[in-house]
């Protein structure tokens, strides 16, 4: 009963602009994992609203990292239309192991140095776990635009850890909202791996 009452108070809370950013962020996931292009600018206006809310609360390194996403969005656009060989859009590829193992190294080297920073300098919340999130986050929404299949993978681990993060703060819409995203990550893997062996077979 106290968790229902909880969400609801959230949903109270939210803003007219908030509830559409919410519904165009998860319109941007469904759209992504039928590689639909309209994705992009679901994305785009999503994070559009996101970055002014962030900025209007004094949240400056989430209103910033909401302007990275407006940018991947218009970049994403791009690639999956203008980009490849032939400039005709990208397919779905991936990389090998040893290229996510670098990836993963680097990452997890520039959220350690981050969460160091955090942890010292501000009085932040799991600044280790919060600074994994937003690093690999970053490196993730580039692997979307260049439709690398194992992005999903990544989603799953990083929606999971901010699970965990936001049941430890209290936020349950934001979680259950996450629950959702974890469970289209893994659909997602799943119809792009579909379509990257439809697209080689063709």
């Known amino acids: ?94 990389w090998p192991l040893s290229t996510h193992l670098r990836i993963i190294v680097i990452t997890t080297g520039l959220a350690l140095s981050l969460g160091y920073f955090m942890a010292n300098n501000t009085n932040a919340s799991f600044p280790y776990l919060d600074a994994a999130t937003t690093c690999f986050a970053i490196m993730t929404t580039y692997l979307v635009a260049k439709k690398v299949l194992e992005n999903w993978l990544y989603w799953i681990v990083i929606n999971s850890v901010s699970i965990y993060l936001y049941l430890n703060k209290e936020l349950m819409l934001t979680s259950a909202l996450f629950v959702l995203y974890v469970i289209l990550a893994f659909a997602g893997y799943m119809q792009w791996q579909k379509s990257k062996a439809q697209q080689a077979t063709a």
Do not use: R
Not at 11 to 22: D, G, N, P, R
Not at 61 to 83: H, I, N, P
């Open 1 to 94: 009963m106290d968790l229902l009452q909880t969400m609801f108070g959230e949903m109270q809370a939210m803003t007219l602009w908030e509830s559409l950013a919410v519904v165009l962020a998860l319109a941007y996931l469904l759209l992504a994992m039928k590689e639909n292009i309209w994705c992009w600018p679901a994305a785009f206006i999503s994070s559009g609203i996101y970055m002014v809310i962030f900025w209007s609360v004094n949240l400056y390194m989430e209103a910033l990292l909401s302007f990275y996403y407006v940018a991947m969005a218009v970049y994403g656009y791009w690639m999956w239309t203008k980009g490849g060989n032939q400039h005709h859009g990208i397919t779905i590829t991936s």
